[in-house]
């Protein structure tokens, strides 16, 4: 079921959460948490994007989390489609992607915070209070390094470079990492051949790539660097 059934309701003294992520045991973790708190309460779950645009409405949440990895529209296409109706409302992102790259988005298409799932739980309380404080919430290494580029520093040349990919070509740039063939990823994000070629001709510029063979070997290399950190 894409929403959670909870009641409308005010809760006295407490701030509402609603928690996005297609990860049933995430959610009723994040759940479990949120709940054991004296000022915060979870008012709803959706696992994908529609269910969670749908629900916004009817739960008036005071806080979302979301994740950018979901099943149909990613976090980062909610993130812009709550702004479009909800600019006020406060997101927080959760996700298992290297906030080196994906924070940043995150934080152009006007989210409040960031996070990574490998996180101890904890943070992610201090990063909703924070938020709900009117603050902004990076892990101490993504505010460090935002701060080195402002001042003048120079990140890893590959993550400098990927960087300047858009959302959509990253979106491309990850599926190859994960073995996809052109077809399987024209299909899987509603494309036609020739627009995934595109793409794929913008990322291999941008990378300073020469063959399909490099756009390949860096897009897996990125996708295990991803998962060992």
């Not at 005010?10 to 000022?39: E, M």
């Not at 979901?70 to 812009?80: A, I």
């Not at 909703?128 to 580029?149: F, H, P, T």
Request: aromatic share 4%; glycine share 6%.
């Amino acid at each position: 079921m894409a929403l959670t059934n909870m009641p409308v309701q005010s809760y006295a003294g407490k701030r509402t959460v609603f928690v996005v992520d297609d990860h049933p045991l995430l959610r009723q973790g994040l759940a479990l948490l949120i709940n054991q708190q004296r000022d915060l309460e979870v008012c709803g779950e959706a696992e994908e994007a529609q269910a969670a645009m749908q629900a916004i409405s009817q739960k008036k949440p005071d806080i979302m989390i979301v994740d950018i990895s979901l099943n149909g529209p990613d976090g980062l296409d909610l993130l812009k489609n709550i702004r479009a109706s909800y600019p006020d409302l406060p997101i927080l992102i959760l996700s298992m992607h290297d906030e080196a790259i994906y924070a940043e988005r995150a934080l152009r298409a006007r989210a409040n915070g960031y996070i990574m799932k490998q996180e101890a739980t904890e943070k992610v309380l201090i990063a909703v209070r924070r938020i709900l404080g009117g603050e902004v919430y990076l892990s101490d290494r993504m505010a460090n390094k935002m701060l080195q580029q402002y001042i003048g520093g120079s990140p890893a040349a590959l993550h400098s470079r990927i960087s300047t990919l858009s959302d959509r070509e990253l979106e491309v740039f990850c599926l190859i990492g994960e073995g996809r063939g052109t077809r399987e990823i024209a299909e899987e994000l509603h494309l036609s051949i020739k627009t995934v070629e595109t793409y794929q001709a913008h990322i291999k510029e941008k990378l300073r790539l020469h063959s399909g063979r490099e756009l390949i070997q860096h897009a897996i290399q990125w996708k295990i660097d991803e998962k060992t950190g």
